[in-house]
């Protein structure tokens, strides 16, 4: 992840490079160092390096490096040419390497040709099943032709290599939530919730995922995620906030008829305080939303 302190070291000398002063080389490193995706300006001065025989020369051995570099950002600026006159100077230089087989299957990839793409990154496992890389590329490339299945079936063979990547199981997650399978992304988000539990995105997300199965059992728990999403954040979540209204509401309806003992009363003040916290944060931040806010919480009989 990228501290602020970098970006604004990145952004210095992007700027620097743009209007003509220099230190193209430092900023080509410094993209590479944070793994940050500058393509379109990559692309460009790498260019200009490599189109120059001198400066080419006096890189060395990172000649090479930029080689690569300028492909990958070719690809993603969809000069495709470029990127591949880059990768034949690499075939010719490295001639047996599997990285440059790997851009390669990148550039098959960016071509659209998904047949070929999916055997040469099933060649690429073979030589290597712990190739993360390879392993993701086939998700997108699923994504990509919109087979969302298969995306779920690359996922899970690769969790099953890589089961601590907080990302993945977002990506599964996410892509299960637009299959509406909300109990398979209820499992991912309880993943997430064990390994960071400490972050407020998951403990949101599990809830609504939750309130969006419904059932008693389910609102219960998804008031309990929301209300632990407010703690996280310091009550600075509105989207929590307003769970928090929405389930009160929902476990209302679905407890009519019960005896007043079994009522939560702490739960009511909870829903309570966070009509009252939501009002107070429109008043603040939207007045102009506030009447629409407040009718919405009359017909949630929360105001």
Not at 1 to 9: L, Q
Not at 91 to 112: C, D, H, N, T, Y
Not at 198 to 212: G, M
Request: hydrophobic share 40%.
């Amino acid at each position: 992840m990228v501290t602020k302190t970098e970006e604004r070291e990145l952004n210095q000398l992007e700027n620097q490079v743009e209007n003509g002063g220099g230190g193209i080389w430092e900023y080509l490193c410094l993209v590479r160092k944070l793994k940050v995706r500058r393509s379109e300006i990559v692309l460009k001065h790498g260019l200009s390096i490599l189109n120059d025989s001198g400066k080419r020369f006096s890189l060395g051995p990172d000649e090479w490096t930029l080689y690569e570099q300028v492909a990958i950002a070719a690809m993603d600026c969809q000069s495709l040419a470029v990127a591949q006159n880059c990768i034949k100077v690499l075939q010719k230089k490295f001639p047996e390497s599997k990285r440059v087989g790997k851009l390669e299957a990148l550039l098959i990839e960016a071509k659209g040709m998904w047949e070929e793409a999916e055997k040469a990154y099933s060649i690429l496992l073979e030589d290597n099943p712990l190739d993360q890389v390879i392993h993701k590329r086939k998700v997108a490339m699923a994504k990509a032709q919109g087979k969302p299945s298969l995306a779920i079936e690359h996922l899970n063979k690769y969790l099953e290599l890589f089961m601590a990547d907080h990302d993945a199981w977002r990506e599964l997650a996410e892509i299960y939530v637009s299959l509406q399978m909300y109990k398979q992304a209820a499992f991912c988000y309880e993943e997430l919730i064990l390994s960071q539990p400490t972050l407020p995105l998951y403990h949101l997300a599990y809830a609504d995922v939750l309130y969006t199965i419904g059932g008693l059992e389910n609102l219960i728990a998804a008031r309990k995620y929301y209300a632990a999403t407010i703690d996280l954040t310091g009550g600075k979540s509105t989207r929590a906030l307003l769970g928090i209204c929405l389930c009160g509401s929902a476990i209302s309806q679905l407890s009519r008829g019960r005896n007043k003992e079994d009522k939560d009363m702490a739960a009511q003040e909870l829903q309570s305080l966070a009509a009252t916290a939501l009002e107070k944060e429109y008043k603040q931040k939207s007045p102009a939303k506030l009447n629409l806010l407040s009718s919405a919480l009359r017909s949630l009989k929360l105001s």
